[in-house]
């Protein structure tokens, strides 16, 4: 309650520096600068403290990820589980295999689009969704894939314990996980992969949320007998590679 | 000088919070920073407001619209939501008055932090989907602009709840209704559930049900802090006292059938603060009860219950302060990773705390063996005598374990009902009760805080209908019974 006199200061210092802009984009041209202020002019006519302003820029970038999430199982009834949950992945950039087919990608969309109707019937066994934006709500669409047999969700930002405690309708046909680099799966969301006793391969390396990755390894070892665990080892033996290669091809006896 | 620094910093935690939210990534440590760079040079600036009515620690102010009593979850949930839906920023003051801020007795703090849908009333299963849903977007909810997301450690493990012959029909019949509102829980054989979970003895066991989504347990100190922090964001007042006495004006109506009423309405609080016999009125428009398992209490000093027995007026608050013993031992051989929150058909629970082979549990006594609640000590002897024996029946690994610690806390229990009371007394017109959970509070509290703000702003609940929760239950001897008490 004590802020406004601050606030209001806050305000005007960003407004005084080239602030923002200046900043974000140095190579901003002067034309849009003027645009952008005006419009940050007209934001702070209406909120009156920069916090607030802040506060609203921040509940905006939430919204763009959740839009990028939104259901499309409306369409199902339409072009059917596999067509929907592929145009899902793709929409956020990521890959699709079709059975007996190549991968596709957010690039061969146009030609997808063309040839929906030859994938109506057949299902998608692999999705590759790395680095995607998809979160919980998101994970709607992808569950639509009930053959799924490989998934990776390397690096997604948005993918956290509550999503995979969701995974278990996979149950039955999924075989390959891969949930390397996602900065916000700890062990307990892992715990919950007890769900899918058909797994054979997990990639659980470089996950910063882990708080024990190694204890955390022996656990989902034994948790999972059947299937091969790649953690925090086999992340350390990819670092060690591409310093090593570099002294191999220096070495006569390695052509 | 200084402000060139300042607006340096801000200027930058504004980039980097919009880049690390694009990029999903956070980056705590930076923005922490900044925000503490930021708070020193505040401070040491010239010509900053000093004024001691906002310094909340030492005296509240003289008014608030609304003084929430308790800063347990349960109250810091109604300010959020009173401060989140009022329609224009700033319109209600609120005023949390919370006589302990270490939380060393609060429920809150000493709960072990479940959410489960596994109830039988529909309402409380709504109320538990409502929270699910806020806790899942808890940093969405409670963002503070520079402040570092809340890791809230949720362990998504679900609830397994165990039937003998003849608890099975209504545990099936409790599966009908969890499913209708929505809740994802399956029901298991003892076949399914030897296959799932061998660790356990199926023995006397005829029917299980086990949550697969949204249920599990969380670290209630998180959301505490959380609320917290984001409530002091939005502008609500905090101080630390007791509040001692209410002091109201009474009007005198009549009914249409001629029967003689009194309404009464709380104009000031009195709160006294710490370490001292001085008290400070508070005048206020309206109350909030959330006092946890002292709220009966809290009642009585407005009168409630004061009054020849069978009249509304001599209608108690039935909610009473139980005494609750939580268990933490080692089994190095018991359940693992995937270990959901088990719950024996004896009422005998445990579940894994985190990867040491550590478990916590314990069991609530029957009725006659209530222990008395005057202190928080513990008895280990109960574990012993009560706890252990059906654990190491259910879990055969338990027959060799080592207590390691336990504690003691408090239930706010209701003892009508076993559930919550939500909404306006009807004769102090201006208290509203947000107690008696009973311990499954901590799990309602979003739901709950947002159900109590609507009937305030609006009049009535929009999200959630609540209106078996209503105070008049008890005098109209309707017992809305809740099934599933762990
Ligand atoms: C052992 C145990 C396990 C539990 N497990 C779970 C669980 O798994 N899941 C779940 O959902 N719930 C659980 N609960 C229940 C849950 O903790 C409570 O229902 C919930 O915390 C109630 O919140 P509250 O804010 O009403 O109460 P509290 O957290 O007790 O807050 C009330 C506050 O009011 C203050 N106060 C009281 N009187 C006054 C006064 N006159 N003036 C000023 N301040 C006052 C007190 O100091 C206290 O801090 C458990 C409880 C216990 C004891």
């Known amino acids: ?255 | 000088m200084l402000r060139r620094v300042l607006r340096l910093a801000s200027g930058r935690a504004l980039v980097a919070r919009a880049l690390s939210t694009r990029r999903g990534g956070s980056t705590p440590d930076r923005d922490g920073k900044v925000s503490e760079i930021k708070k020193k040079i505040q401070s040491i600036l010239p010509g900053e407001p000093w004024n001691p009515l906002y310094d909340t620690s030492h005296l509240p102010p003289e008014r608030s619209d609304v003084v929430i009593v308790g800063g347990g979850v349960l109250g810091l949930s109604v300010a959020y939501w009173l401060k989140k839906l009022e329609n224009r920023r700033g319109a209600i003051q609120v005023l949390v008055v919370e006589r302990d801020h270490t939380y060393s007795q609060a429920s809150t703090a000493l709960s072990i932090g479940g959410i489960r849908q596994q109830f039988s009333l529909p309402e409380n299963i709504q109320l538990s989907l409502f929270s699910a849903n806020f806790l899942r977007n808890i940093n969405e909810y409670l963002a503070v602009v520079d402040a570092p997301p809340l890791d809230l450690q949720f362990n998504p493990l679900g609830y397994l709840l165990l039937a003998s012959e003849k608890g099975a029909a209504t545990m099936e019949s409790n599966v009908k209704v969890q499913r209708q509102e929505g809740a994802k829980v399956c029901l298991m054989s003892p076949e399914q559930l030897q296959n799932k979970f061998p660790w356990i003895n199926t023995k006397g066991v005829a029917l299980a049900s086990y949550g697969m989504e949204n249920e599990g347990w969380f670290d209630p100190w998180c959301l505490l802090q959380g609320l917290r922090r984001k409530v002091q964001s939005m502008g609500v007042l905090f101080c630390q006292g007791e509040v001692t006495r209410f002091i109201s004006s009474s009007s005198h109506m009549k009914t249409t059938s001629g029967k003689e009423v009194t309404l009464k309405r709380i104009y000031e609080v009195h709160v006294k603060m710490d370490h001292s016999m001085e008290y400070q009125p508070v005048e206020c428009a309206l109350v909030i009860n959330a006092a946890g398992a002292w709220s009966g209490q809290v009642a009585e000093l407005a009168g409630i219950g004061k009054g020849p027995p069978g009249t509304l007026q001599g209608t108690r608050l039935p909610v009473e302060p139980r005494k609750r013993y939580v268990y933490l031992w080692h089994c190095p051989q018991g359940p693992g990773l995937e270990a959901p929150l088990v719950t024996d058909m004896s009422g005998a629970y445990f579940r894994r705390e985190g990867l040491g082979n550590n478990y916590l549990g314990g069991l609530s006594p029957i009725e006659e063996e209530e222990p008395d609640p005057g202190n928080l000590e513990v008895d280990y002897d109960f574990f012993q005598d009560k706890v252990w024996p059906p654990l190491a029946q259910r879990v055969p690994a338990f027959e060799t374990l080592k207590v390691r610690s336990a504690w003691a806390g408090y239930y706010d229990y209701n003892t009508f009902d076993q559930n919550g009371v939500v909404g306006p007394h009807p004769l102090v017109v201006n208290m509203y009760f947000a107690a008696g959970f009973s311990g499954h509070g901590l799990q309602q509290a979003p739901g709950v805080g947002r159900a109590v703000a609507e009937m305030v702003l609006e009049g009535h609940f929009q999200t959630i209908d609540l209106s078996p929760f209503l105070f008049s239950r008890f005098y109209l001897g309707e017992k809305i019974q809740e099934h599933v008490i762990i």
């Open chain 1, 1 to 255: 309650m004590a802020a406004p006199r601050t606030s209001l200061r806050l305000v005007a210092a960003i407004w005084s520096t080239r602030g923002i802009h200046g900043r974000g984009g140095a190579a901003t041209p002067e034309g849009s600068q003027k645009k952008g202020k005006t419009l940050l002019q007209f934001l702070s006519d209406r909120f009156y403290d920069v916090e607030f302003l802040r506060e609203y820029f921040l509940q905006r970038q939430m919204l763009k990820v959740h839009q990028k999430n939104r259901s499309f199982t409306h369409m199902v009834e339409q072009y059917g589980p596999y067509i929907v949950g592929a145009c899902f992945i793709l929409d956020q950039g990521g890959m699709v295999k079709f059975q007996n087919n190549d991968w596709i990608g957010p690039k061969e969309r146009g030609r997808f689009a063309l040839e929906f109707s030859k994938f109506q019937e057949v299902s998608v066994e692999a999705v590759d969704a790395s680095g995607c934006a998809i979160n919980y709500e998101g994970l709607d669409n992808l569950l639509l894939l009930r053959n799924l047999q490989s998934l990776s969700l390397r690096h997604c930002p948005h993918v956290d314990d509550w999503c995979l405690s969701r995974l278990y309708p996979l149950a039955s046909s999924l075989q390959e996980l891969s949930l390397a680099g996602c900065p916000h799966i700890s062990e307990r969301g892992l715990a919950c992969l007890h769900h899918l006793p058909n797994l054979r391969k997990l990639d659980i390396s470089d996950l910063p949320a882990v708080s024990n990755p190694g204890l955390t390894q022996i656990l989902m070892e034994e948790m999972l007998p059947n299937c091969e665990i790649l953690g925090a080892s086999w992340a350390q033996g990819l670092n060690v590679e591409p310093e090593e290669q570099p002294q191999d091809k220096a070495s006569p006896v390695h052509v």
